[in-house]
Every structure is written in C-alpha cells, then in structure tokens.
C-alpha cells in the first residue's frame, strides 16, 4: 500500500545552523505535501505545503523542495533556533481530501544551545 | 488556537471501561478525522465522517467506533479498553472550500487506562 518514509528519526543541531528531514513516498498520484509540527505535549499543526506542480516553496526560515521523479520531499529550517526544538511529520496525499493523507513517522528535532 | 474543540483533555480509567471522546470541528468544516497517537509514535488514522456518513477508515480496531451528529460534532467511542488503548487521540477537522486537505487539529484527549 501507499507508504511515506521519513529520516532521520531524530536530528540535533547546533542552534544558528541548518536542519533538514527528508521523506520519500511511494504512490505516484500523491500530489500535495504538507508538513506538520508538534511542540511537546501540543496539536500537529501545518507549518508548510507544498502541490506537485510546484518544486519549492518557501516561508521565512523554513522551506519545502520536491522532486516528482524522485518521489522526494524535504523541509529546510535555516538559522534554527530554540523554538525550533519539535517532532516534524511529512505527509503526502491525493485527491481533495485530507482522508488519503500518509504520515512519516515524525522526525524529533532538538537544537543545542 | 485551530478551532477545534476536544473534551475532556485528559481521562483516566480502568481496563474493561468505556470510554466517549468528544469533538468539535472548525465552524464551515464538514470533515471530522480521528487519530490515535501512542507514546513517541506517530500519528494513526482512525476513521473519517464527512457530513454525518463515514467516509474513510484507517486502523480502527473493532472495539473503537465513532459518529457525527447533525450538528457536525463527532464523538470516538472506546470500549473493553486495554491497557494498550492508553495513547493521546486528536481530533482534526478540514472540508473549508478551498483547504480540504489542510487537517486542524484539536488539543488532544490523553486517555490513561490503569
């Protein structure tokens, strides 16, 4: 069935630097890519997302790139700071419902200080 | 604050009890999604209605099941609870037009079953 991959499990960076999380899916139809962050003890809540007619898309510090023939997502957080610190889900879909929505695993991001 | 609503926040119980989680959606989304989120897991589809009618399932086990009502509130019920059933469910809405696949989550019920 439909899958969505998503690596690293967990990724500490030092505070100022660059994080990345990458996520793979598998059903070619998927054609939008949300991303979802989750603060200790909160809601997901949709920080970013990307159409498949679109490669890259950006949004202050963060940024999501796709690559439709390698079935390949990423979110880019640059200059990383406390707040930062969260579980990062990747998701893809197809269609107009958010019921055909696969979520990766989570990514849990820490940022050193 | 997404404007989804979820009672109670936290609900403490005894294995064998039965439990009703309750969910309001954004005002305008026709959608209600359920999902179950165990400790350090990720995020588990349980089952979608859409304007009343179940529209999708996901992993829900048999002992779990779900409705929404006229006024599009949802409620999730649990029942022969397990001690493995202690996880945070949350809530999402979506179906605004123009952002049906934009999921807005609610603040989560965090289930304990001792």
């Known amino acids: 069935g439909e899958n969505v991959e998503q690596h690293p499990s967990t990724l500490s960076v030092q505070e100022g630097d660059s994080a990345v999380i990458k996520c793979t899916y598998s059903?070619?139809?998927?054609?939008?890519f949300p991303w979802y962050k989750q603060e200790l003890g909160k809601r997901p809540q949709l920080i970013i997302d990307?159409?498949?007619?679109?490669g890259e898309k950006k949004d202050q510090r963060i940024a999501v790139t796709l690559n439709k023939t390698a079935k390949h997502f990423s979110l880019h957080i640059t200059e990383t700071q406390p707040e930062d610190s969260a579980v990062y889900f990747c998701a893809a879909s197809r269609g107009s419902s958010a019921s055909k929505i696969i979520f990766g695993s989570g990514t849990r991001l820490s940022i050193r200080p | 604050d997404s404007g989804v609503t979820q009672t109670p926040k936290h609900l403490i119980t005894a294995t064998g009890q039965r439990v009703t989680l309750r969910c309001s959606p954004r005002?305008?989304?026709?959608?209600v999604y359920w999902y179950q989120q165990s400790l350090d897991q990720g995020l588990q589809f349980l089952i979608q209605?859409?304007?009343?009618?179940?529209?999708a399932k996901g992993n829900i086990l048999e002992r779990f099941s779900a409705q929404q009502f006229p006024d599009l509130h949802s409620e999730l019920n649990l029942s022969s609870l397990e001690l493995g059933d202690s996880a945070l469910y949350f809530c999402?809405?979506?179906?605004?037009?123009?952002?049906?696949?934009?999921?807005?989550f609610g603040s989560g019920t965090q289930l304990s079953v001792l």
């Open positions: 999402a809405s979506s179906g605004r037009q123009g952002s049906s696949e934009k999921l807005f």
């Open positions: 005002s305008g989304d026709l959608s």
């Open positions: 059903d070619s139809a998927s054609n939008y």
């Open positions: 209605y859409y304007n009343g009618e179940e529209r």
């Open positions: 990307i159409r498949s007619n679109v």
